[in-house]
């Protein structure tokens, strides 16, 4: 046995063996992960049926199931397998407080799935089930029945729909572009008062003829200020008189409703449906109820504009460091302490580059840009605060030493002979390095953007610091001059999640947005690498003489 033992030690089978069964535990592990994230996060989008429960004690109630598990210590001889209970997801937050609740299975006495209950889901306060007892228009009664009401509820609740995107319409472009031509023209005139001295006469526009502009301005704000009323009006015009399970009734906005559905009589087809708007909805909608609820559409956007920001950043700079020492420095002592310093600034913690940002590129860069550039808008900060420019930046601050290690390793990899057969045919050394190395070492430097982008899209703690916000009112590129805003603060899916999952006041709510968000961030990464990938191997079927 001892000689056997031997031999296979002294073969290496016993390390092959171990090296794959621990490719293997750890495959498992990330697929594991992974089909965890998705079944939680999938299952999110899915409409299932309302249930109402006939409590022992007579109580009822009434939600959609939301898992089930078994009560620890409960196992008896007349519950051999222990004691269950079910998680109900009961909605009506406003009527009870909750949006789960947890109910042992043998206090249940029965069950049914009524086909006429209703899913309002609502801008504010989660789900509401129940029935519909009357519409009203105002104060006015306007259908009464469950079934007629139903029929009423479903055109107004497109119509107020339809008016909600009006509204936003109005809010957030046609009246946020006459406010920011009204500050632009306030800070012309400020400007111009703080460079003309005291009885001259200013050069280019004259106040009044700013003042006059912003008074037309004001005229138009007023005017849409007037459209908004109306609106408003019509927004709140109906509302809905709900029924709970124990019949107590709640009186809702039909403004305040996103969606009405009757789970209980929709097929499988009506569901897929459902399922793919809902899908739908999640990417392209903005994010509401403290995040919990809608979309994450400003998230996905400010997340892939900072990675392409930092993209944009990072590859310049470290192919260029790279070249510097790879190239032209002369190899010795400082040279070998410079790649030492980079490659320790690859463990240096994100949140130490996250405090350099602030102090160097905010309060630093951003400060004196404010006092050079923008001092009419002072004391209020333009871009001596957080931005998703700095937060680009700093971000391409901490992954730059894995692009320059990298780049260098590509270099290195070129064969000798290609530099000696360019410089033997007369090309200088630039246009050697830039028509015959660079070409073959661009899968290497791919290589590195792949990896600086895999760990700028995840991070969070130094975007924290620099310009991501839980909800940003604007994105970063929008139709206002000068278009792209890279002062304005910006959401990111890996602050969403954090946000959700440790800081939302309703947890339990939250929770399925984590998973989902999660996923999200987990694709984009992928697409983003997937991008980068194909490029490179292009690249490196184009330069097959490479080594890399």
Sequence with gaps: MRTWFQKTLASGDLFVWASGAGLAVALMMVVGLLLLIMVNGMGFFW?????ELTLTDGTRMMGQPAGRETIPNSITPDFPQGKGRIRLKIGNRDLYGLDFKWIDEDRIASQAFPPNAVLLERREWG??????????????PHTEGSDIGWNALLPLVERANAVHASINRIERIEIGEINAEIERARLKIRAVEMNTP????PHGPTPDRLKAAIATAEARYHEKTDQLEKLNAQFNEYSVVMVDANGQEKQLPVGNIVRALRPNEM???AKIWIYITNVWRVLADE?????????IFPAIFGTVMMVLIMSMAVVPFGVLAALYLREYARQGTVVRLVRIAVNNLAG??????GVFGLGFFVYAIGGTIDTLFFPESLPSPTYGTGGILWASLTLALMTVPVVIVATEEGLAAVPRDFREGSMALGATKLETIVRVILPCALPAILTGLILAMARAAGEVAPLMLTGVVKLAPTLPLDATWPFLHFDRKFMHLGFHIYDVGFQSPNVEAAKPMVYVTTLVLILVVVLLNLSAITLRNHMRKKYAGSAV
């Design 348 to 353: 240096v913690p994100s949140i130490v580059f």
């Design 47 to 51: 409409t299932g049926d309302i249930v």
């Design 127 to 140: 789900n509401f089930y129940g029935w519909i007892k009357a519409i009203r228009k105002g104060e006015t």
């Design 198 to 201: 005291k009885g001259q006469t």
């Design 287 to 295: 994010p509401r109820e403290a995040n919990t609820e809608g979309g």
């Design 267 to 269: 097929g499988v087809p």
